[in-house]
């Protein structure tokens, strides 16, 4: 089947099998291979994209459920001229991944605990991360980047 | 190359530097190995067993074979003759050691749930698994091997053809009079039996790998999720039999390892043979659920501790006996993991008579290998544990205990009963910090309060001293421990014509931050900006000698290996520079990037204007070479010893046995730090796995030999929601071992929180006559503790 998906602000069409996962029409179809794959019971969050500007784990959602709709990457977030999301950024002066495999996923959960929430206390963010699982940090820098992002990006407002 | 005033030259070892890796990292622009895309690679999926241990009767993959896709189905049988010799193990730790053979595939019986029987290739992923969901295969059920207490008893065997389970027995006994007499004389004795559980070490990112070959050049490419592409392609070369030189191993981004990827495994065997095979591409990516029984397991001991002590708390005397779990085969260093941990079960304390005995035994399960600290953290674990029982029947303040039997700091370098010479330390000066930024006092007075008023919120404060050993490795030491390897690392620094400078590196980072990290050792030297070094490694064909990451080594070894081979280069830079200022090199010093003259800085010549006379070599003084660049191998003097103390703070709830971490506190001496920012988040990380141990996580089977928890949903790695943010300090006293003065900080954090962790919820329930609390504290668990002494 068909499928029309607008990907980090571009139209991108794939034919695939209908059990396609959206993850695997992220990384093999559309070569988008920063969404990783951590697990097979939805459990890492490693995998975690936005869907229409709220997070999901693009494992748990089939290629054609996303038709017409919008999805964000972790490819999509930095500026075209390179520039890196407040929200990158914070992840990177707060030291908040170290291997890097949960961080994709880690960002993108992350953003929309910052679009849900008008502030942010470190419970809440523990709360917002817990599908997602990081055996590196102890996710202590996570929630600090978290919540620098917030008061910054809270400033920009 | 950024010049800097000579006179304003910052320092930047020691200053917190954000990590070069992360904007890939954060981007999705690196590639993990299931990122790489390899046209007309094949795709290797494994059919496993269902059963712990079985006779295979019969394999029937006929129906496998014609199914749209396949390419081929192999059984052991059919691809005995692409190997060499068994898979390896680097390790026999006793010239009579047991090993049964141990081969990519299971032939006449398996013996573990989840070893391999057969393998599929097909075009596609999906293809692949539908074929090996056709292989019929018929087992003869045989009597599992599960528990160490059993095992040791030999009712049953693991491996028939072994005739008993014990693999070896390994002992370090360097007093036994002594330890006789400790017992015998003492005015208190602790007796204590603790068990380490199973744990999976579910590093992030799935084992994944792809082979390329060339089949008319006769070479491949390894691309594997590996910690260890250095030993991985001497270990390749020698199990498949393909020359090195025909052999290149690259390990792309690494998601993760904890020593799950410090291995060699079936599959990367497998891929290399099938692809030497059918001349095309074979990859493999492992399924969680598959990646839980078919990568090892860390831990597995039953640890019987007995501790001799004066009425007034000395501990004079220390005997362990260990049952440790090999799993079913050994693996690269199964068999070592015990004696990293043999030497230390006296932990921080001078105690003068020792013994030790391990009996490495053989079950019907996934194989155990070095995890997060590989037996330093069973060794803490097993003394602090019995300190704190020690404490209980002294009625001591288990602080205080600590205190009276700590190593003095003016004691280092200090020589241990077991034969190590402990590098530096300040144990009461960890301890103390601990305690003051704890607020110890006002944690016992909230505690006696919350006992008086019976508040069913109990608190527990556990306290947790630890030294452990790294840096590995003298490689003489590890000759007597009969090791099958050196514990050098290799390094070579070289500035290029436009004094931009390359490091190449032995070591294989899989989220340490080395890049950063060696960038700014040589940075620091070369008086340059970090932004100037570029740092290479996990690639044998760019780094071809390396001992690789484990063990908390590759600061200690391999960072001094990368400053030495600094100072080397600035040596031959300094023959250069005095030939054309025309002066003796002896009148020379090296300062911000430049050489000059001692007394009158103004006659200088900058080390990009040596780099580019290096590279044209128009005029270098007779008997130097061209180029300016620097090869150096380090073998250590010694091991390195980190230390600290860690307190947890845990609310135990009454009513449900739930335990809550509510604070941690951790100070700790990993020598000099190079980035205070990387050594705090390899704390984080480490004291999180600890706590995992402590409270979540186990590997539970059933009595067949099931592994009932093999997927994230039911094995329970923490959250977010599980653990606080963590309160850090640190003490430093620089290791003498090697010129950076540092000593490793990788595993630290794991070694020292499992039993601060226990200790704590113990001494929450301490007033009930509570003395002892498995792992991990689960709310059932402990729930039942409870019930068990109210009701005593
Ligand atoms: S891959 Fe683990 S939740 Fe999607
Ligand atoms: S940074 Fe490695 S899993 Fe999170």
Redesign the interface.
């Known amino acids: 089947m068909r499928v029309e998906v607008t990907v980090n602000g571009q139209q991108r069409t794939a034919d695939v099998e209908p059990r396609t996962l959206l993850v695997h029409l992220l990384?093999e179809e559309f070569?988008?291979?920063?969404?990783?794959?951590?697990?097979?019971?939805?459990?890492?969050g490693?995998c975690t994209v936005l869907l229409d500007g709220e997070s999901v784990k693009s494992c748990t959602v089939l290629a054609a459920q996303a038709d017409g709709r919008e999805v964000t990457?972790?490819?999509g977030?930095?500026s075209a001229d390179g520039a890196?999301h407040p929200l990158?950024r914070a992840?990177?002066?707060n030291?908040a991944?170290?291997?890097?495999?949960?961080?994709?996923g880690m960002?993108m959960v992350s953003m929309s605990i910052l679009a849900e929430n008008d502030t942010l206390d470190?419970a809440t963010?523990?709360?917002g991360?817990?599908?997602?699982?990081?055996?590196?940090?102890?996710?202590?820098?996570?929630?600090?980047a978290v919540l620098a992002a917030k008061e910054e990006m809270g400033a920009q407002l | 190359m950024t010049m800097t005033d000579p006179t304003q030259q910052e320092h930047i070892i020691g200053k917190r530097r954000v990590r070069r890796e992360d904007p890939k990292l954060l981007s999705g622009e690196n590639r993990f190995a299931d990122d790489l895309v390899v046209p007309g690679a094949l795709h290797l999926v494994l059919v496993r067993s269902p059963h712990a241990h079985a006779r295979i009767r019969r394999i029937d993959v006929g129906a496998a074979q014609s199914m749209p896709g396949v390419v081929g189905v192999y059984t052991a049988q059919d691809l005995q003759a692409e190997w060499a010799g068994p898979m390896p193990c680097a390790w026999p730790v006793t010239p009579d050691m047991k090993s049964p053979t141990h081969y990519p595939l299971a032939g006449e019986f398996v013996h573990y749930a989840g070893e391999g029987v057969a393998a599929v290739v097909a075009r596609s992923q999906v293809e692949a698994v539908d074929a090996a969901g056709a292989v019929i295969v018929e087992y003869e059920e045989l009597a599992p091997v599960l528990d160490l207490e059993d095992a040791v008893r030999d009712a049953a065997l693991a491996h028939e053809e072994l005739e008993s389970n014990a693999s070896f027995v390994w002992t370090l006994e360097p007093n036994s009079e002594a330890v006789d007499a400790a017992f015998r004389d003492a005015a208190v004795t602790i007796s204590e039996r603790y068990v380490q559980q199973r744990l999976i070490p579910a590093a992030m990112e799935p084992r994944a790998m792809v082979v390329v070959p060339s089949p008319m050049g006769g070479d491949f490419t390894v691309y594997s999720s590996t910690q260890i592409p250095h030993v991985l392609r001497v270990m390749l070369a020698l199990t498949a039999g393909i020359p090195e030189t025909k052999l290149r191993v690259v390990a792309p981004s690494v998601g993760g390892g904890f020593g799950s990827k410090l291995d060699v495994y079936a599959e990367e065997l497998l891929c290399l043979a099938l692809a030497r095979r059918l001349r095309q591409p074979v990859r493999f990516t492992e399924e969680r659920g598959e990646g839980t029984m078919a990568t090892i397991h860390g831990r597995g001991q039953v640890q019987y501790m007995e501790l001799a002590a004066d009425a007034d708390g000395k501990v004079r005397g220390i005997r362990v006996k260990l049952l440790a779990d090999m799993g079913a085969y050994l693996q690269l260093v199964t068999p070592g993991v015990p004696l990293l941990g043999a030497f230390l079960y006296h932990g921080v304390y001078d105690v003068g008579a020792y013994s030790f005995t391990c009996t490495g035994l053989f079950t019907n399960k996934t194989p155990t290998d070095a995890y997060r600290g590989a037996g330093r953290p069973e060794a803490t674990y097993a003394i602090e544990r019995a300190m704190d029982s020690l404490a209980r029947k002294l009625e001591m303040d288990p602080a205080e205990l600590r205190r009276r039997n700590f190593i003095a700091a003016e004691k280092f370098p200090y020589e241990s009963v077991a034969g190590l010479v402990f590098d530096s330390g300040s144990y009461q000066e960890n301890l103390t910090k601990a305690l003051d930024a704890a607020d110890y006092g006002q944690l016992r007075a909230e505690q006696q309060q919350r006992r008086a008023a019976g508040s069913p919120r109990r608190l527990g404060i556990g306290v947790s001293c630890y030294v452990e050993m790294c840096g590995l490795a003298p490689s003489r030491v590890l000759a007597s421990l009969n090791y099958g390897a050196g514990g050098w690392e290799a390094a070579t620094v070289r500035i290029l014509p436009t004094s931009k400078v390359q490091v190449v590196t032995g070591t294989a980072p899989h989220g340490q931050g080395h890049e950063t990290s060696w960038s700014m050792i040589v940075a620091d030297k070369l008086g340059i900006s970090p932004d100037d070094v570029e740092v290479l490694h996990s690639d044998t064909s760019i780094a071809p000698y390396g001992m690789d990451t484990y063990g908390s080594r590759s600061l200690s070894v391999g960072g001094t290996a990368v400053y030495l081979a600094t100072e080397r280069v600035i040596e031959k830079a300094m023959k250069i520079a005095a030939h054309q200022m025309e002066v003796a090199e002896e009148d020379l010093e090296y300062v911000g990037a430049a050489f000059r003259v001692k007394g009158s800085p103004e006659q200088q010549l900058p080390l990009a204007a040596i780099a580019f006379e290096a590279f044209t070599a128009h005029n270098l003084p007779d008997g130097v070479e061209p180029n300016l660049e620097a090869s150096i191998s380090w073998d250590p003097p010694n091991f390195t010893f980190p230390n600290g103390t860690h307190i947890a703070v845990v609310e135990v709830d009454e009513e449900t046995g739930r335990v809550e971490l509510v604070r941690y506190i951790a100070v700790d001496d990993c020598g000099n730090q190079i980035n205070p920012l990387i050594v705090e988040g390899q704390i984080h990380g480490g004291i999180t796995q600890g706590v995992a141990q402590a409270l979540y996580e186990e590997a539970l089977y059933d009595g067949s030999g099931q592994l009932l928890n093999a997927s994230l949903a039911d094995y329970l790695v923490p959250s977010a929601c599980e653990v606080p943010s963590f309160e850090l300090a640190s003490t430093v006293t620089p290791s003498p071992t090697n010129p950076l003065g540092v000593k490793g900080v990788g595993e630290a954090g794991t070694i020292g929180s499992a039993p601060a962790v226990i200790n704590a919820v113990v001494d929450a329930l301490s007033d009930l006559g509570i003395t002892n609390c498995p792992m991990p504290a689960t709310p059932e668990r402990v729930y039942q503790l409870i019930q068990q002494a109210k009701s005593e």
């Open positions: 990384r070569g988008l291979t920063g969404t990783n794959v951590g697990c097979d019971t939805s459990s890492c490693a990457t972790i490819e977030l930095a890196l990158q992840f990177q002066e030291h991944l170290q291997c890097g495999y949960c961080t994709p960002v470190e963010v523990r709360e991360l817990e599908g997602n699982l990081c055996r590196c940090t102890g996710y202590h820098n996570i929630v600090k």
